[in-house]
């Protein structure tokens, strides 16, 4: 029910920036949530930002105040900001949705990006 496209990956310089981008099919601001995940090789897919349609943006302690997470909602777009860049941030970067439903019962449903692949070098 929703479809996410990411862009914006690719590989930098430790120290670089990249800004990352998600396009909605459908209207953001009915998305209750939104953010991003990386999986490294190797490890668990994790959190690292979030913006709900209503509330205050969330992040992973390893990337707060050098990542910034925000949302056009005139373009169906969320964006990551990504600064101060290290090695340690290489993964594949997923975009995700979640939509809290009601029918049949109350849950949550979760919708993902195919992913980018974000490479930091020395």
């Known amino acids: 029910q929703v479809q996410l496209v990411e862009s914006g990956g690719g590989l930098v310089l430790a120290g670089g920036s990249l800004r990352l981008s998600c396009a909605a099919s459908r209207i953001i601001f009915s998305i209750n949530d939104m953010g991003w995940y990386r999986q490294a090789p190797g490890k668990q897919r994790e959190l690292v930002a979030s913006?709900?349609?209503?509330?205050?943006?969330n992040y992973a302690d390893s990337v707060k105040g050098r990542f910034t997470i925000s949302r056009d909602n005139a373009k169906n777009t969320v964006y990551l900001q990504m600064n101060s860049l290290t090695p340690e941030d290489t993964a594949v970067y997923y975009c995700n949705a979640q939509l809290r439903r009601t029918y049949p019962n109350d849950h949550v449903e979760n919708y993902w990006g195919q992913g980018t692949q974000v490479t930091v070098s020395s």
């Open positions: 913006i709900p349609s209503v509330g205050s943006t």
